[in-house]
């Protein structure tokens, strides 16, 4: 199945391309970036691959492919999946799967009407400790959890160039949709609906115009509370992981996972979905309840 790929930045290159690369059943067709040296990075690393300038160039071939990959900025998540919805493509978009719910809900809502696929790039949820945390979870090892703590946290001191850091609502910018869309996809993954969420956003870098230090607190229906932390400004790090249960207790600092991430079994689901053997390996509707925490 011939896939292409929308962006060749910091989840394009290093993340999806070979991923797709090295899954069976898919090949990447083509890889749409304008940047000089992108392009020739990429027209390297994929030989095989055509090297496109624009969207339309992908729309004007989208007879000769099966599915788009979206791993753009923020902003043009939507737009670019539901022009590629209406060429009747299946698309993979990299988390967030919108700016807004109400974006994620039109994506998911002409997916059905055209009976394609659509799915989200929630790669976390195949990180190595993450999967340890929910086996032992899955698996009572510690009792019955009232609390889980995740943290996201990095140390960038200075204000970086680049959309993330740009203050536009529209650009989605900020941890709390980089950082924090992963670790409330987890949250709900292993503990259900969210029933109440507390935030505090924090400004902290002098230049800062968007949040870079946040915590997030998720009440869930199942009783559970969910402690996030997500950073641009923390000089040490605290533990990946801390889950509290009556029996025992879990902290890991994601060093050295238990066992290693399976990032490719996201487009092995890819390729089942495709063939209608499964469902997607993300439910968009999975996506668009972290960003109505997010919202929230």
Known sequence: MRVALFG????????????????????LAAIVTRDPERRERARHAHPAAQILDSAEDVWQSADSLDLVVVATPNRAHA??????????????????????????????????????????????RWDGDFLNVRRLVEEDELGDVFRFESRL??????VAAGWRELADPAEGGGVLYDLGSNQIDQALQLFGPAESVYAEIGVRRADARIDDDDFVALTHRSGVHSHLWMSLTAAQLGPRFRVLGSR????????????????ESFYEGVVEALRGEAPPPVDPEDAIAGLEVIEA
């Open 79 to 124: 737009p670019l999946a539901i022009t590629a919805l209406e060429h009747g493509l299946g698309v993979v978009v990299e988390k967030p799967f919108a700016v807004t719910a109400a974006e994620a809900r039109a994506i998911v809502a002409l997916a059905r009407d055209r009976d394609r696929l659509v799915t989200v790039f929630q790669n976390r």
């Open 8 to 27: 060749y930045g910091s989840s394009g290159e290093p993340i999806h391309a070979p991923l797709i690369a090295a899954t069976s059943g898919l090949e």
């Open 153 to 158: 946290e990095r140390w960038v001191p200075e």
């Open 248 to 263: 025992a207790a879990f902290v890991t600092s994601g060093e050295s996972p238990p066992q290693p991430d399976q990032h």
